[in-house]
């Protein structure tokens, strides 16, 4: 693919660390254990240049970015492409170009991306999946478009209403503009029978995904969140059979590992949807004195447990998206929000919520504003902190976390 005109006049980002992987991903096969599986992780999150995606595109094959929050993964997967989940750039990205496009008073998370599209670092991809979750999405897509002109970008329409018979016809017609564009863009024509198979795939690793949360939640002295955080992360950006092995070795390591109790609260972590905290914010809040006993980070992994594979798939696939459980700030309910935070605080048995929402968002401030009033009814404590991408000093969070915690450790 030729450089586009955007890519040829924008320089790259200085001295990228560049991470070099395998075609075949041997490294995280043989990643015997959290410990090295993590470490990897970390390596991978912290280079800019994609490279999961470098390793994958090497040998000729397409790879698709997939803006958060829902994208059909497994429709991607199914015409032969790799959806990788794009979570910005992290703290490694410096904004230098797409402070023009983009104004002041929006989340980091849109500013990092584009960032990476203008500076020649997303030149690996054959497209882009932009759900419409919010007007930063929605304009996004279209500046996508200029900055990666060789590239094939796609908005994607969700339904808003999950009680409309429209809903599910709505989405496999979205589902059937996206394949138009994937075939286009270089996938596999669409065949209903590869779509079971990555149905199943998917299937596997959002099991295994529900187990680790699951001892997250029952045994929360096992695995730190930021463990359970790095092993999920790359469940959005390796082929996912690489990653249902690497799960496998987890679940096998945790079943030994002894459960290490300390004095510590139990808290839901709300709002962090989209963008996503820097692994300094996540770790603190840890080390504070908090067992995250269930979370909103990533979630991709969390829309459904299981499509239902036998069937139309396409029609399966739409009909788990609307009737999924998830209730956040991008899908508009407002009505439920107060119960709906309400069952989770009792199904987590948490003793209180930490908001931990994007500068900026939009969405999951409204949820915030609708979920303190549940709360202050029912009289649950919570707190509630801002983050951005390159956030450094956590020192004002650190205080508000230590007497949050403090709060609840000795009412
Ligand atoms: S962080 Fe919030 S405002 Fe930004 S793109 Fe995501 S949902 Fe939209």
Request: net charge positive; proline share 7%; glycine share 6%.
């Given at each position: 693919m030729a450089a586009s005109p955007a890519l040829e006049s924008s320089a790259s980002l200085d001295s990228p660390p560049s991470l070099e992987l395998s075609d075949s991903f041997e490294e995280f096969r043989r990643a015997a254990s959290i410990d090295a599986i993590t470490r990897l992780a970390?390596?991978?999150?912290?280079?800019?240049?994609?490279?999961?995606?470098?390793?994958?595109?090497?040998?000729?094959?397409?790879?698709?970015?997939?803006?958060?929050?829902?994208?059909?993964?497994?429709?991607?997967?199914?015409?032969?492409?790799?959806?990788?989940?794009?979570?910005?750039?992290?703290?490694?990205?410096?904004?230098?170009?797409?402070?023009?496009?983009?104004?002041?008073?929006?989340?980091?998370?849109?500013?990092?991306?584009?960032?990476?599209?203008?500076?020649?670092?997303?030149a690996p991809f054959r497209a882009f999946v932009f759900p419409y979750i919010c007007d930063v999405s929605r304009n996004l897509e279209g500046i996508f478009s200029r900055a990666v002109p060789n590239a094939t970008t796609?908005?994607?329409?969700?339904?808003?209403n999950f009680q409309s018979?429209?809903?599910?016809?709505?989405?496999?017609?979205?589902?059937?503009?996206?394949?138009?564009?994937l075939e286009k863009a270089g996938g596999e024509p669409y065949r209903p029978e590869r779509l079971v198979e990555s149905i199943e795939l998917f299937n596997r690793q959002r099991a295994e995904i529900a187990q680790l949360t699951a001892t997250q939640r029952a045994e929360?002295?096992?695995?730190?969140?930021?463990?359970?955080?790095?092993?999920?992360r790359l469940g959005g950006l390796l082929p996912r059979e690489v990653h249902l092995e690497l799960l496998g070795r987890v679940r096998k390591e945790l079943g030994a590992r002894p459960?290490?109790?300390?004095?510590?609260?139990?808290?839901l972590l709300v709002g962090s949807f989209c963008e996503q905290p820097t692994l300094d914010l996540i770790d603190l809040i840890e080390q504070v004195g908090c067992y995250v006993v269930d979370d909103e980070l990533l979630q991709l992994?969390?829309?459904?447990?299981?499509?239902?594979?036998?069937?139309?798939?396409?029609?399966?696939?739409?009909?788990?998206?609307?009737?999924?459980?998830?209730?956040?700030?991008?899908?508009?309910?407002?009505?439920?929000?107060?119960?709906?935070?309400?069952?989770?605080?009792?199904?987590?048995?948490?003793?209180?919520?930490?908001?931990?929402?994007?500068?900026?968002?939009?969405?999951?401030?409204?949820?915030?504003?609708?979920?303190?009033?549940?709360?202050?009814?029912?009289?649950?404590?919570?707190?509630?902190?801002?983050?951005?991408?390159?956030?450094?000093?956590?020192?004002?969070?650190?205080?508000?976390?230590e007497t949050f915690v403090e709060s609840i450790l000795f009412d």
């Open positions: 970390r390596e991978v999150l912290l280079d800019p240049t994609y490279p999961t995606v470098r390793a994958w595109t090497r040998a000729g094959r397409g790879a698709v970015g997939c803006f958060p929050v829902y994208t059909p993964q497994e429709l991607i997967h199914s015409m032969g492409l790799l959806p990788v989940s794009l979570h910005g750039g992290g703290e490694s990205v410096e904004i230098s170009h797409a402070d023009a496009p983009l104004g002041s008073f929006l989340c980091s998370i849109s500013k990092s991306t584009l960032e990476l599209a203008m500076t020649g670092l997303m796609h908005m994607l329409h969700l339904p808003q018979k429209a809903s599910v016809p709505f989405l496999v017609a979205e589902y059937r503009r996206l394949i138009a564009k929360p002295g096992k695995l730190t969140l930021t463990e359970s955080y790095l092993i999920r459960n290490r109790r300390k004095d510590a609260i139990r808290v992994h969390r829309w459904y447990d299981r499509v239902e594979p036998s069937g139309d798939p396409l029609e399966n696939l739409a009909a788990t998206y609307v009737r999924s459980p998830v209730d956040i700030g991008v899908r508009a309910a407002p009505t439920t929000k107060a119960a709906a935070i309400r069952q989770r605080v009792d199904a987590a048995d948490a003793q209180g919520v930490i908001f931990l929402t994007a500068k900026f968002c939009e969405p999951a401030l409204e949820d915030v504003v609708l979920y303190r009033k549940a709360l202050d009814e029912r009289k649950i404590p919570y707190l509630h902190l801002e983050f951005e991408e390159r956030s450094a000093a956590y020192e004002q969070s650190r205080l508000q976390l």
